[in-house]
């Protein structure tokens, strides 16, 4: 049976391989770049541009994560319940206590990031501690560790980095083509020039499009995985599909939502209107329907 700590060989490897294909995607468009501008120097950019974003990607993915949600360190003064609950449950899942932030923000959700179970973080909104009850708390909270235990939150958090670099290179180099950005080919052969053109900007152009298929690759999956550790830590199931009931009702988007971040949330933090009419397939997360079916049958 799945225990908390089964998936954290494969998320290693799976982070491994992330970074490793991010290195050969970025040096791959700039040799594009520099062959289509003839300037060596853009190849150059790009190896080291990919080495520190990999290195960057590891060691501060966390704060960039913090900011980009407007997180704030919760005191223990003004959040004693929500400390307890954290480092009680952390004793129950044998991990060592994360850091707790707050995202002063009305829409109910929560977020696990870090790049280690000892360097960890979970963040949740205001709206959500107003919303949940104590069990439906600690339902959220112990789905939160499980990602933590299960080693979700290096894989996850650093696809945040790495995808929003592959975004804005794509808009760089869109906005250099609509702007009057071109090559200095000297003559070079024609044919080849053009294949290489296409390719360089069809990959380019769909850099944005690989990006939501690695979010949709890392996430959904975890969601239910993270559902089930988590109704084991707390041996109440029906605490986490309460919660998930309440969260899903919730309509409006966070006020801080993301495309890069939206996978990290135990919800879509685009709300319940964003997500009408928006194909499964394109989600970053499984149906609440689906998650709470799977909570309460098994």
């Known amino acids: 049976m ?18 490793t294909v991010f290195f050969v995607v970025i040096v791959t468009i700039g040799w594009f770049l520099s062959y289509y501008y003839n300037s060596p120097g853009i190849l150059y950019f790009a190896v080291l541009f990919s080495i520190f974003s990999n290195i960057g990607s590891y060691w501060f993915s966390d704060k960039i994560v913090l900011v980009m949600t407007r997180a704030k360190f919760a005191s223990e003064t ?45 963040a949740v909104t205001t709206g959500l501690l107003g919303m949940l009850d104590q069990t439906e708390l600690e339902g959220v909270i112990a789905h939160e560790l499980s990602h933590i235990g299960n080693r979700d939150i290096l894989l996850q958090t650093i696809v945040v980095t790495l ?15 609509i702007f009057g950005g071109h090559g200095n080919n000297n003559g070079k052969g024609g044919q080849l020039q053009l294949v290489v053109m296409i390719v360089g900007t069809a990959l380019m152009v769909l850099s944005p499009i690989i990006a939501t298929i690695i979010q949709l690759a890392v996430s959904r999956r975890r969601e239910f995985l993270a559902d089930a550790s988590g109704a084991l830590l707390t041996r109440y199931p029906e605490g986490l599909a309460n919660a998930l009931r309440k969260i899903s009702s919730y309509s409006l988007p966070m006020k801080a939502a993301s495309n890069a971040t939206a996978h990290l949330f135990i919800s879509n933090p685009f709300g319940a209107k964003a997500l009408r009419g928006l194909p499964k ?8 329907e689906e998650r709470i079916k799977a909570l309460i049958e098994n």
Do not use: C
Not at 90 to 116: H, Q, S
């Open 163 to 177: 995808v929003g670099f592959l975004t804005l290179l794509s808009d760089f180099f869109i906005r250099t083509r």
């Open 2 to 19: 799945a225990t908390l700590y089964t998936h954290q060989d494969s998320n290693i490897r799976k982070t491994w391989l992330l970074m």
């Open 281 to 288: 397939l394109f989600s970053t997360h499984p149906p609440v």
């Open 78 to 122: 003004e959040f004693h319940d929500l400390h307890n609950i954290v480092e009680n449950l952390a004793i129950t899942a044998g991990l060592p206590k994360p850091r707790v932030f707050v995202i002063d923000d009305p829409a109910p959700n929560a977020l696990a990031t870090g790049r280690n179970k000892e360097h960890a973080v979970i």
